[in-house]
Each structure stands twice: as structure tokens, then as C-alpha cells.
């Protein structure tokens, strides 16, 4: 049985059909991208998946458990958290204070009420951990209004690692980013641990063929293409529809 | 720090922050100022009534009391995010209470205080779960409509008076500790101990993983949904203690001033409680004390030259949200800060 | 009626600016004093219906211009802000008119005399004050007019694409900023009408501006809050609650108003007429 099930969903708004009878099947620690131009329905696959959308037709499920037409905060219990394109941070808050709400929400304390937040160490020190693993250490008590754009997507990027998920599901962890903070952001996407499943919609080409070893080509809601890098790179649909854009895919690789 | 991630030789033990400390810096620091500033204003606010005549005693009761119903205010407005317009019916509710069940029903007053929180906290959840769906603009509607609704309650009901209200409430009996409260100076330490009971127990709140939450849908509760937090019963319950909080309030101003009229539920009232905790600052644990202080003192400071003391208080407030975010405690943090090291930045 | 005039001002700048403006009461007083301030000096009430709602208007857009956008642009938590400054504007503005009207100048009671022709009673089946019927009309009148000018043409375009892409409006090379606050203007300037209209009918006390707001985001909730023609069905609506239950159950009158409005907001947020909220 996959780990991520998603079966002939569909989604339209009005008149406009965004996501067309979409499959995909995830295995445990698989790296999986989905990609496509602007508008392909990426964002909105995504949001379907992590319960923010209600889709029109098909199931979601997760290790056979059914999260269709789940709230997200019950999915996010269920064991699949994501990131958002746009920072989505708790500005005045530290990085510190931050990472251990993320981490409280897996725990069972999350809702007492009369003891004093400083006495879990426990959460303390998880927290410490994501922020070392996403390379925060040293801006770990800092506001985060104060961190560069590149750390916030760090950031953006541990809170849902905070959660302890079984699947992640990142979009476009690197939107925005410089070419020096792309990098640093590959290299911690291709050091998260093996047993969690990762699945990511990018624009950049670094980061997809960086980090992932399965692609979705996704265009006009419908799937154009799927298979390894090599694969999908090779498919000429593909590069009429998507990588004919960029000058050439396989320089960029060589940088990741 | 902004050009540090550009090299990332720092990596996995090139860190000096954490190594020493499994607490934060920030939140201990935070902590002990605290404690230094709790028990000096503690220590003033048992100072006041050996240092000021009779009516300022009462006027400090007041302070206390408003400093009550503003600081649970204050767990929706400053740590949730959350405007509430109704509040009053809350305090209200406690003040309602308090003189239904000592004037009309001649139950003792200790009892009937603690029936009066109780009853003020179940109906503060109940409309809580009912309000706290509504998001923004909306949220704030719907607290003035269930304001609204206790205040048109409390006019009718001719049980209680009606729009004259009710006179003539005792005060709590401590005659068996030899006291004699309607001595204004025996019944400010009343107050003053309920004040304190109460804001013990807002801190532990507000300091607990359940007031974190708070913080965390108050800066992003997007954020919150998708960390699998269900954000609706932690703003449901930080209703209820709010509400419990003010229905305290008012059933310690019902003992204070002898008499209750609904007009104690208008949302005129609100709005003062609303201009006490911002002009106090909401972003600080004690900014709704010292809006309520400053409220009470300049109101009665305006009223002897003028009846229209209302226009100042607009005007501050629109200054205050306008320019001054942080309010009264906010600024004086920024002073304190500057003070203490000229690079330092604020703390909010 | 008069709060349906009230309510399509209040939605107007809610619906295209997302501001609640809890003002809108206070700009209704301005209208209403200023409007009796002419009335004074011309005495006409055609003048004062003319001029009185000019100050509000004028008001309006500078506390947007000046105000309001500029913190707009700065804010963070915009959207409560607003209605905070807003809140603390109206507590201002009642504070001020009772220290000038009632405190200096020492005036009780106050009222706009109706004009000549609007004075009496109408049979009409039954008698019906001419004066009611006339701001019946004009209500309609100007609500269709408001309706016509954002529904209908460029300006309401412009604005509606203001609110949702600044920028592009701005490469069109229009001063959206200009054109909020004509929109806030306007909303005040309606606000203001009502409130010189109310002079006439009613009287001029300091408690009128809170009085109606109330009864005016009843409205604007109903209606679906940004939909002038929410704005009328649910002035229609809260009339007969309001109505009905004085017949039928007159202890439960004001009180059925807030049940009204606290349900729609439970159980339909977005009004009648509303847009759905956005998701994600």
C-alpha cells in the first residue's frame, strides 16, 4: 500500500476546470516533484491534498486512511504537513518560540493551560533539533520579522517539519530565493530524513532535479508526463509544453 | 545576521547560543523582569491606602476592579487577537448575580461571588463557542449583538429593576476576621486580593502551552490550521476565562458602588474597557492596569472641568492605535529599553 | 429608511475597501449639526440638505487621504485597526459636539424644520407623513444613483480593480489613492445626508449617532457586508422584524434585532447577498 493515495481528483472553479481527473501514488521516503507552468493547478493540488480545498470528485488517502473532505488541521494530525509558497510565519514570535509551537501540536500538553510553557524541555529540545537540521541555530532566539528572506524560507520550511509528519508537502520552498540561498536550501531538502515522504511543487529546475528522483508534469490541470528526471526530461510533450522555456535545464542541474 | 547564511561553514556545532541554557534566554529574562516589576507594583498597591485620603482609596478600588475586567479583555484582544465588543455583558453578568442572589435571594456574598464567576465563566464559554467561528470584523459584530442582547435582557426584566436597577447590595461579610468592609479602606484590600488572585491566575494562563497557542493564532492562525492545531475550542476558552474575568469585575463593582442599573452592559461600556486596555498598551501583561489607572484617574481628573470628557479619550485612542501601538506600558519599555542600552531594540 | 441610506454608505466602503468604518455614525451626527448650523443661518432646509452633508464628505476624504490610507499601507493588522481608529473617532466626535453644542453653546433641544410642502399628512389609504414619503424616495433615489455609478460604470470599475491589484491600476495611470477617498467620501457624504434628513425628522442629541449605528450593521450584515442591493432587503427585513415583534411580542423588540444579526453571523457571514469568503 502507497503512503499517499490521490485518486481522480477534480477541481473547477465556475467554468474553469484547474484540476482534471489528477492520480498519484507516493511511497514511503519518496522525493516527488510536481511541475508545470504558472496556472497549472499546482498550488491548488496542493491545497486539495492538505484540506484547504474541498475537491468535486475522487479520494485522498493517507496510508488507507480516507482524508477527503478532512479540515486542515485534521490532516495535519493525520501525518501530512506542508509549507505555504508565500511566508506563512509567526512574525513576532522567535524562531525558538516558533519551532516549539510546531512541535507542541503533536504533543499532548498543547492544551494545558496552567503550567508554565518553559518547564517542557522536551519540547525545547526538539524544537533545537529541527532548527539545527534547517541550519537555524544561529538565529535560533531571534525574532523572526528580523531574519533574512532566505532563513524564513527555512524556516517555512521546519515548521512543518516540526510536525513530525509522515509525508511533506513543500510549495515552492525556494520561490523567491538567491542563487546562494537555493543552494543551501537543496542541500537541506536532500538531508531530511529518509523515512519521511516528500512531495514538492517548484518552479526551479535546481531544486526539482536536486532533490527529487519522481516528476509530475503538470499542465492545464491534467498530467503531461510522469517518470524520473530523466524520463521526463527526455519526453518531448514536456519540453514543448514546460522545460522549452528555460535555456537548458541541464546546465542548472550541475550547480545543485 | 544578514549576510551569515551567505557562507555556510557554520554548521552543526559552530553554535554559541544554545549549548548552556535548555531554556530560552528571552523567555527567562522575560520571566524575572517580570517578577522585579510584579512585586514592586504589588508593594505600591498595598502602600496606596496608608498614603491617600478616603476618596482615592476608592478610586484605587476602581482601578483594580477595571484593571480586572481589562486584563481578560486583554487575553483576547493583546494575546489572541480577537476584538471583543460585548464584554460588558459579561461584567454584567457578574454584577446581575452578585445582587440577584445577596439583595433578592439574601444568599451570603462570599457565595454568591463565586456562583456569580461561575455562572459568568459557563455563559461567556457557551457564547464564546457561538463567536469565536466568526473571524475579524465579523467576531466583533457578533459580540456586540450578544452585548446588546444582555443589555435589552437586563432592561426588561423587571425582576431586576428594569432600567433603575437595583440598590442597596451588601458588600462581602469579613466581620469574622474582625473587618468591617464598608470601610473603603478595608474593602480596597478585598480588592486588591481578588486582583491578584486573578492576575496570578492570567499569568500562569497566559505563560502556559495553551497561551502559547493563543500568541501563535493571534500572529498567523493559517499557520496554526495547517500545524494541526483545531484553533476554534483554545479561542472558545480564552473567551470563557475573559468572560469568567470580567463577571469577577462586576461582581466587585456591584460591592463597591452598592447599586447596579444596566447600564454597566452597554457597549458604550465596552468601548471605555476597549479604550482602557489599548491606550494601556495591549501588547503587555500589565498595559490594561495602567490603561485602567490612567483611565479612571484622568476621567475623574476631565469630569471636574468638563462633562465631554469622552473626546479626549477618542482622540488618545486614535493617537494610540494610530502611532503608538505598544500604548502606555509599550512606551515605557521603549523608554526603558533605550535607557538601558542605546542599541538595544524595543521589547514588545 | 434613513438607515438604509446609512447602510449603502457603510457598505460601500467596506464592501470595495474592506474598512468597517465605525465613523459612519459620526459622520452621520456631522450631517446632522451641520446641517442644523445652516439651517440656522439660512433657514432652509433645501440649502441645508444640500450643503450639510458636504462637511461630512469633506471630512471623510481627508481622514482617508491623510489617515487612513497611509496606515493602510503601513499596517500589518490593517483590517482591526480600522475599525478601532474608527471606533475612538466616533467616541471623539460625540465627545466634541457635546462640549460645543450643549456645554458652550448650551442648546437642548435641536431640530431642522421640515420644509413647507413636507409638514403634513398624506391619505394614501392611511395618513402617512408627507415627510416619510419624501425620504422614501430620496433614499431610493440616491441608492440607485450609488448603485448606477459602482455597478455601471468606469469609476466603479476602477475601483473594484483598485482593491484587488493596486499596481495595475496604478500603471494605468490612475491615483487609486485619490480614488479611495472619493469612494470614502462618498459613503460619508451619505451618511451625512442621513443624518441632515434625521435632523428634520427626529431630533439632534449626541446619543443619535451611536443609536443608529447599530441598527446600521444589522443591516449591512444582513445584506451580505460590500452589497448595496444586500444593503435594501436587509433594511426591508430588519424593518418588519422590528415591526412584527413590537406587535406581537413587544418585550422581545430590541431584542430580536440582535437575534437576527447574531444568527446571520453564526450561521451565514457572508450575508445574503455577499461575496463568498475567500478561501486559503
Redesign the interface.
Known sequence: MSQLSVKNISKSFGALSVIDKFDLELNMGERHAVIGPNGAGKTTLFNMISGWIAPDTGTIEIEGLDITNKTPQAVTQAGLARSFQKNTLFDLLTVAESLRLAVQASSKVRFNFLQPARRFGGLQQRAHEIARQMELEPVFHQEVSTLSYGQKRQLEVGMALACSPKILLLDEPAAGTSHAERARLVRLLTTLPKDVTLLLVEHNMDVVFGVCSQITVLNYGRIVASGTPEQVRRDPEVRAAYLGESASPEGEVADA | MEHSQEDSGQGKNGSNVSNHDPMQPRAAREHKTFLYIASAGLLFLIAIPFFVGEYYVSLASEILIFAILTSGMNLLLGYTGLVSLGHAAFMGVGAYATAVGSSLLGYPVWFVMLASIFVSLLIAYGIGLLSVRTKAVQFLLITLAFGQMFHAIAEKTRYTGGDDGMTNIPRIDLSFLGLDVDHDRVFYFFVLICFVIALVILRLVVDSPFGRVLVGIRENEKRMLALGYSTFPYKALAFGISGMLAGLAGSLWVQHSFFVNPHIMTWQMSGEALLMVIIGGSKAFFGPLLGAAFYVLAKDFLSDITEAYLMFFGLLFVLVVAFFNGGIAGFISRVFNKFKSPSGKDGQ | MLIFLMAVGLTVIFGLMDI?NLAHGAFYMVGAYFGYVVFQTTDSFWISLAIGPLLAMSLGFLLQYF?LQP?IDRG??A???M???T??????????F??IF??TLGLTFMSIDKPAGLGSYIDIGILYPTYRLFVIALGLVVALAVWLLLDRTVIGAVVRAGVDDREMVRAMGVNIYVVFACVFALGCWLAGLAGVVAGAGLSIDINMG?QIL?PT??VV?LGG?GSVKGCFFGALIVGMTETLSQAYVP?LA??AT??L??AM??FR?QGFFGRAPK??
Open positions: 468597517l489617515v496606515l500589518r493588522t483590517h482591526l485597526d475599525a478601532l481608529l471606533f475612538g473617532l466616533l467616541f471623539f466626535t460625540i465627545g466634541l457635546d462640549l450643549f456645554e451611536v447599530i450593521l444589522v450584515v457586508l418585550a430590541l431584542f440582535y437575534i444579526l447574531a453571523l453564526i457571514p478561501t486559503v
